[in-house]
């Protein structure tokens, strides 16, 4: 597990693991290495949180990323600051998914259309429609990708949704917390 990385990701779950994995070589330079480590749950993030801070000492950064479901935004940030911190990772990049991963993917329904290989404009045509113009403000985000695309599965889904979503021009993406997580990861590799 002490093997030397750049940045060490610490998640709540699988598909954020998958998405990470085809994410992140779209973003970062090859010269920066990597490793995701998922969790069973928030529960089990937090619980890892100390005890992997205090004894991976040759990790460059960390970065803990958490869905914020229907807690407080800012005081679970101000909980996952306080575990990194005093594990004495001051430095930890906290990333919080408004409310669920699935809020990134319908900020940008063209990717999910190309993902899931469907007609062009079929999607795509409803980023304009007001639920999809702030999906971060959706409670069940996975519900309302599941009535759009009958086939996605967490996993699988999170793997070819992640090979599309617009890093580049981030303004395509409707999500504000996923802006704030390629933003804040941005800053840190600069």
């Known amino acids: 597990m002490n093997q030397d990385y750049d940045l060490v ?10 998405l990470l994995e085809v994410l992140l070589p779209r973003i970062i330079p090859e010269t920066v290495t990597f490793k995701c480590i998922h969790h069973e749950g928030k529960q089990d993030l937090e619980k890892s949180i100390p005890r992997k801070l205090k004894a991976w000492k040759t990790a460059g950064r960390f970065v803990i990323i958490r869905d914020q479901d229907s807690g ?50 079929k999607l795509s045509k409803k980023q304009n429609n007001k639920k999809y113009t702030n999906p971060d403000q959706l409670n069940s985000a996975k519900q309302e990708l599941k ?44």
């Open 9 to 18: 990701f610490l998640l709540e779950e699988r598909s954020m693991k998958e």
């Open 72 to 121: 407080d935004c800012v005081e679970i940030k101000n909980n996952l600051k306080n575990l990194s911190n005093k594990s004495g990772r001051s430095d930890t990049l906290i990333g919080i998914v408004c409310h669920e991963l699935e809020s990134w993917f319908l900020g940008d329904l063209a990717a999910v259309e190309k993902a899931f290989e469907l007609k062009t404009g």
């Open 147 to 190: 009535k759009l695309v009958h086939s996605y599965q967490p996993i699988s889904g999170s793997r070819k949704i992640g090979e599309y979503l617009e890093v580049k021009n981030l303004d395509k993406n409707k999500s504000y917390s996923f802006k704030m997580f390629i933003k804040g990861l941005q800053k840190i590799i600069d």
